[in-house]
């Protein structure tokens, strides 16, 4: 089975390529490790009470599920707070990336992608044989993070700044696909990539 890491900005397009891979390539087996972490938020008991536990009760609703928009305000506007975060969920994630690995192995998938949105700034080996980038310039990825999302510019600066520019991942990655055009232009960069593995 063929193993890719897809990385990116925040924004960059990494769901959107992963959506038009599963178009181009429908036996591709895709882990996401954003989803991975709102899985864990909203409902792993263990998860809740070390969140808890660093965050107060405020970061936890009565039925416990974790607030990922406190924790949101909390994470980026405070580095050691964001590094305890992950101390808690990456592990996790990790684990639940391999299984996902295996379990495509077993059922003979031809491709698996994580996509790993802290590829280079962590580090995340999980057999991969190379890595991709969805990449576009900062303004872009700007203005699709505002129009999606709303966030006020200190929230986006702060985000931003938790992340390599995307200069330094374009220069770490393998193979780089542009996502400043329309979605159509990326789609056929993902045909290309998928005509080049067997
Ligand atoms: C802070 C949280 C609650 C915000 O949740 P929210 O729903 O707003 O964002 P979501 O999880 O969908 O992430 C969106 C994007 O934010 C960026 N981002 C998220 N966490 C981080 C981080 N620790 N450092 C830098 N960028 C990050 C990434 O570009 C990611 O693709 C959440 O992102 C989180 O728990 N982050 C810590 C875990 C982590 O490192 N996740 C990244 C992939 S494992
Ligand atoms: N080529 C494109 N043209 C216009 N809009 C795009 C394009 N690619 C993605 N977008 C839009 O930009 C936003 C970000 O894209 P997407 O959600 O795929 O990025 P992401 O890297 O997965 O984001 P995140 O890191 O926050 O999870 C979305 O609103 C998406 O619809």
């Known amino acids: 089975m063929r193993t890719f890491a897809l990385t990116g900005g925040i924004a960059t397009g990494k769901s959107t390529f992963c959506r038009l891979l599963e178009e181009e390539m429908p036996g591709a087996r895709i882990f996401d490790c954003d989803a991975s972490v709102r899985g864990l938020l909203a409902a792993d008991a263990g998860v809740a009470a070390e969140v808890r536990?660093?965050?107060?009760?405020?970061?936890?609703?009565?039925?416990?599920?974790?607030?990922?928009?406190?924790?949101?305000?909390?994470?980026?506007?405070?580095?050691?707070?964001?590094?305890?975060?992950?101390?808690?969920?990456?592990?996790?994630?990790?684990?639940?990336?391999?299984?996902?690995?295996?379990?495509?192995?077993?059922?003979?998938?031809?491709?698996?992608?994580?996509?790993?949105?802290?590829?280079?700034?962590?580090?995340?080996?999980?057999?991969?044989?190379?890595?991709?980038?969805?990449?576009?310039?900062?303004?872009?990825?700007?203005?699709?993070?505002?129009?999606?999302?709303?966030?006020?510019?200190?929230?986006?600066?702060?985000?931003?700044?938790?992340?390599?520019?995307?200069?330094e991942k374009m220069r770490r990655a393998d193979i780089v696909f542009w996502n400043e055009g329309p979605p159509e232009v990326l789609r056929s960069q993902i045909r290309r990539f998928s005509l080049s593995i067997p």
């Open 53 to 167: 536990g660093l965050f107060g009760d405020d970061a936890v609703d009565v039925e416990g599920c974790v607030d990922r928009a406190f924790l949101r305000q909390r994470v980026f506007a405070d580095p050691a707070a964001r590094l305890a975060l992950e101390g808690v969920l990456h592990p996790r994630v990790r684990e639940e990336c391999l299984a996902s690995r295996a379990a495509a192995a077993k059922e003979g998938q031809v491709l698996f992608v994580a996509d790993v949105p802290l590829l280079f700034e962590k580090g995340f080996d999980f057999g991969q044989e190379r890595s991709l980038l969805v990449a576009v310039t900062r303004a872009t990825q700007i203005l699709r993070l505002k129009a999606r999302n709303g966030f006020d510019d200190a929230l986006m600066e702060a985000i931003l700044a938790a992340q390599l520019p995307i200069e």
